[in-house]
């Protein structure tokens, strides 16, 4: 499975927007880029996916590079239930045998 | 709509007992697949199914088997349950495979195991 970093944490003030960012520098081009949420004491959610190119929905926006080796996830107004860890998982388009890899993710942390 | 619904939510197991975790979705979905996540060590795959009959071993399958006998339900089972497994376990279930479609997570099953 093709790699993603991002960062460890992040914090955020309430009713700003916030981007994470995530880079995939090894990314093929059958791989789509899924965004994962995960609230405390709660199951992952899914927040937006994308291949190559932006994508909106009405939790977040998706931005992805031209060259697709990164992308970013955008909340546009932080509220305190967003505060959560976000996944960013590349996810290799093949009819079976794929799963969805999750790595540590980023928390986000958002002050009143 | 319920989505992925888990049971049960809360267990306490004794080492060497056995037991089973139901995973129920009504969204039709072809795909489920069972999770655990440990402090520090973040999400991993158990078990998957692609449809009903069909069972796959994911990341970690030492210890649990998996049934699909319906399209709707994914069971989970311990047949000799060990500290180690303790856990918090997700279910979670896709159309098709995943890849050009979300996966809806249930709200998961906290296990401890003494």
């Known amino acids: 499975d093709a790699k993603t970093t991002q960062p460890n944490s992040m914090e955020s003030n309430e009713e700003e927007p916030v981007h994470l960012p995530c880079n995939h520098s090894t990314i093929s081009g059958t791989d789509y880029i899924h965004w994962y949420r995960q609230l405390p004491s709660q199951g992952p959610e899914y927040v937006i996916h994308?291949?190559?190119s932006n994508v909106n929905n009405r939790m977040a926006s998706l931005a992805i590079a031209e060259d697709r080796k990164s992308s970013t996830l955008i909340l546009h107004r932080a509220t305190l239930r967003d505060a959560a860890v976000y996944y960013c998982i590349l996810y290799t388009r093949m009819e079976y045998g794929n799963k969805l890899v999750f790595g540590a993710g980023t928390i986000l942390r958002v002050k009143s | 709509n319920a989505g992925v619904t888990q049971t049960p939510k809360f267990r306490v197991l004794k080492t060497g007992q056995s037991m089973t975790l139901l995973c129920a979705q009504d969204m039709n979905h072809e795909y489920m697949y069972w999770y655990r996540q440990d402090p520090g060590m973040g999400l991993r795959l158990i078990h998957y199914s692609v449809g009903e009959g069909t069972t796959a071993k994911g990341e970690v399958p030492d210890g649990y088997n998996v049934s699909r006998l319906k399209k709707q339900n994914f069971l989970l089972g311990l047949e000799s349950a060990a500290p180690s497994q303790t856990s918090v376990y997700f279910c979670a279930s896709s159309y098709r495979a995943g890849w050009g479609y979300g996966y809806t997570f249930g709200s998961g099953t906290r296990l401890t195991v003494v």
């Open positions: 994308g291949l190559t």
